[in-house]
């Protein structure tokens, strides 16, 4: 791991300076969206996904967990808040509440099964979860099976914004997706986070220094599960859906490739990713399975060349923490 993250930059003055700056401009970018006539559901998908990417990062960039099952985050928050508002009829803020509330159970469940293991064996763990998990809500009744939860209302959150209209809604997104970062920016730059780095490059000497290094690793499982459920709930109210694609392997692997393309263990390479990997998708989808394929051979392309990904390479070559 260390080979890849190489790039990471100790916290100075200086480093949260940079990052900071870079979070403004991108906080400003983001704020005149709806303006320069960019496609809004493109960008809200986006950001869900960001925010998705992310919490992921957290925890293999920052805390060495590869996990081949995080999707199920994803998925379980979507259709537990998906049911709570065409079924329940809860309003938006609670329906994001029971879908964040729901992948939090998951990730404690599953970060306790899953967190006494290492390297390969906390990765099938995670995969073997996720799957246990999609063969569960294809058959249960609640999830409709193959064809998901359609129809979902988006409604009006805290009764004044009306989420039917897509600039409201963008904004909604938006501010859930500068909350999550935000967290996961305080956490990576805290003791917390230095913690976790150190059980990254050396988990024994970690140990020795008094460290207590399996709750510290439950502890990151948990915020980036739950992180996860939240990108999760957002991503509902944009697709107005819950489906089965959420919660399969390949969307596992789409998080992956999202935080390696952008770059892992940087601040803001899982943003990059996410907005490459949903933008070819979006603008490619005209070449059918065909994208893919072109994945793949990016995916491929950042292993073998650049393999600290498109924000990574840049602060490597600027000397820059980013």
Request: aromatic content about 12%.
């Amino acid at each position: 791991m260390t080979s890849i993250t190489d790039a990471t930059l100790p916290i100075t003055p200086r480093a949260m300076r940079d990052e900071m700056i870079v979070f403004v401009i991108m906080a400003a970018l983001l704020a005149i969206v709806p303006w320069t006539g960019l496609y809004p559901f493109f960008v809200m998908q986006a950001l869900c996904f960001a925010l998705l990417a992310c919490a992921f990062n957290l925890l293999i960039g920052y805390g060495g967990l590869l996990s081949f099952g995080h999707a199920m985050f994803l998925g379980t928050a979507g259709y537990c808040s998906a049911h709570a508002l065409k079924v329940w009829g809860l309003p938006p803020e609670l329906g994001i509440l029971v879908g964040v509330a729901g992948s939090f159970v998951l990730s404690v469940v599953a970060g306790y099964i899953s967190i006494r293991r290492q390297g390969i064996y906390f990765a099938m763990i995670t995969l073997a979860l996720s799957q246990l998990l999609y063969f569960i809500y294809l058959q249960v009744p609640f999830t409709h099976g193959e064809d998901g939860i359609q129809g979902i209302p988006q409604g009006r959150m805290f009764g004044i914004l009306d989420l039917s209209k897509p600039t409201v809604l963008y904004y909604v997104v938006l501010v859930g997706f500068l909350g999550g970062f935000l967290l996961i920016f305080r956490t990576i730059n805290s003791p917390f986070g230095e913690v976790l780095k150190s059980i990254r490059e050396n988990e024994q000497r970690a140990i020795s220094l008094g460290y207590k290094t399996d709750q510290y690793k439950l502890l990151a499982f948990i915020l980036s599960g739950t992180l996860a459920g939240l990108a999760g709930a957002l991503k509902v109210f944009v697709a107005q859906n819950a489906s089965l694609t959420d919660v399969e392997v390949a969307m596992s692997g789409q998080i992956v490739l999202m935080t390696l393309v952008g770059g892992l263990g940087t601040v803001f390479g899982p943003v990059v990713g996410a907005f490459v990997i949903v933008g070819m998708e979006q603008y490619l989808a005209g070449f059918g399975q065909w994208v893919k394929v072109i994945q793949g051979g990016i995916f491929v392309a950042c292993v073998l060349t650049f393999r600290r990904g498109v924000i990574g390479e840049l602060a490597h070559l600027f000397k820059r923490s980013l």
